[in-house]
């Protein structure tokens, strides 16, 4: 998830190492890996690099605010980027149903008649099972 700073004090002297750290889905736990090795400070010591922990560390830090920046909420596709249309078809037979309390004629009508109106059927079947699991 994030990129750290890993010194490791060798005989040689200290090893700089940047390292990620992740989820293992696998093993379902938290890991790390090596993504660079620096070196050993004493190496890294230049007119250029004076201090190279500091340098390193403030190059981690940059390496996380472009991970965070490639991986922020405005990169990402979204998966309903248009917005999702309703049927208000549905909403106004539901709600005619419920306000003229047809609910019960439709059950009545299902079990003792044969239907060939399909969404009728459709509807009054959901109706139906709500029905029997309310008795």
């Not at 994030?2 to 696998?26: C, H, I, N, P, V």
């Not at 922990?53 to 940059?62: H, Q």
Request: net charge positive; aromatic share 16%; hydrophobic share 35%.
């Amino acid at each position: 998830m994030a990129y750290f700073l890993r010194k490791e004090k060798k005989k040689k002297g200290t090893y700089l190492q940047m390292y990620e750290s992740f989820w293992d889905k696998d093993k379902k736990q938290p890991r790390t890996r090596n993504v660079k090795s620096f070196g050993y400070v004493e190496d890294l010591i230049s007119d250029e690099i004076p201090d190279p922990i500091k340098f390193y560390s403030d190059y981690i830090k940059e390496q996380n605010e472009n991970r965070t920046k490639d991986l922020s909420e405005e990169s990402r596709p979204r998966a309903f980027s248009n917005p999702v249309e309703l049927n208000i078809g549905y909403f106004l037979l539901y709600s005619l149903i419920d306000e003229l309390m047809l609910r019960r004629l439709l059950i009545y009508l299902l079990l003792k008649c044969v239907f060939s109106f399909l969404y009728l059927i459709n509807y009054t079947t959901y109706l139906c099972k709500g029905y029997i699991t309310m008795l």
